[in-house]
T-cell receptor
């Protein structure tokens, strides 16, 4: 069975601090996809990144970086030099190739509060 | 600016009312989704439509009735709702339903409150 765990329910940092959001997943498939979404107070889930299980290269996009480690079944997300606009709920999600369709299993989310 | 538009943004209704939520996507996608997001609970997939055909119904009570007249529009008709149905209802779309790993693109949601 597939499962995504985001153990940190809330994180509070001061602006300019670095922060890492943890994501641990469980799957029996060898082919799967991992996602991160951002949900600001407006409500919309904003797609941030997708990785497939065959690509363990870390990725950097501006102040955002992602660390995918199959050995620990983790896909962690780091924000460098955090800003107030980064305040949101962040969701990690998993999609298995063995699913009948494009089903996403979401973690419970981590609420990040960045204080000025 | 989101490619998925939901209306209304907020809705307050009594348990005996009938209302509808609307979703429209401008991304040329063929799959559309309804999710429910309640406080303290993970996102719950409710329905999936692929090329206007319903492919998933995640054991949703019949007081929620979806409608997909074409690949760009999705409705959720509500009637005789319960207080526990108060939640944020999110619409999403992706290129297709078949084949995993496609990013889903979400609207801003409709925040529904049942009195």
């Amino acid at each position: 069975a597939q499962k995504v765990t985001q153990a940190q329910t809330e994180i509070s940092v001061v602006e300019k601090e670095d922060v890492t959001l943890d994501c641990v997943y469980e799957t029996r498939d060898t082919t799967y996809y991992l996602f991160w979404y951002k949900q600001p107070p407006s409500g919309e889930l904003v797609f941030l990144i997708r990785r497939n299980s065959f690509d363990e290269q870390n990725e950097i996009s501006g102040r955002y970086s992602w660390n995918f480690q199959k050995s620990t079944s983790s896909f962690n997300f780091t924000i460098t030099a955090s800003q107030v606009v980064d305040s949101a709920v962040y969701f990690c999600a998993l999609s298995e190739a063995g699913n009948a369709g494009n089903m996403l299993t979401f973690g419970g989310g981590t609420r990040l509060m960045v204080k000025p | 600016e989101t490619g998925v538009t939901q209306t209304p943004r907020h809705l307050v209704m009594g348990m005996t009312n009938k209302k509808s939520l609307k979703c429209e996507q401008h991304l040329g996608h063929n799959a559309m989704y309804w999710y429910k997001q309640s406080a303290k609970k993970p996102l719950e997939l409710m329905f999936v439509y692929n090329f206007k055909e319903q492919t998933e119904n995640n054991s949703v009570p019949s007081r929620f009735s979806p409608e997909c007249p074409n690949s760009s529009h999705l409705f959720l008709h509500l009637h005789t709702l319960q207080p526990e149905d108060s939640a944020l209802y999110l619409c999403a779309s992706s290129q297709e339903w078949t084949g995993p790993g496609q990013p889903q693109h979400f609207g801003d949601g409709t925040r529904l409150s049942i009195l």
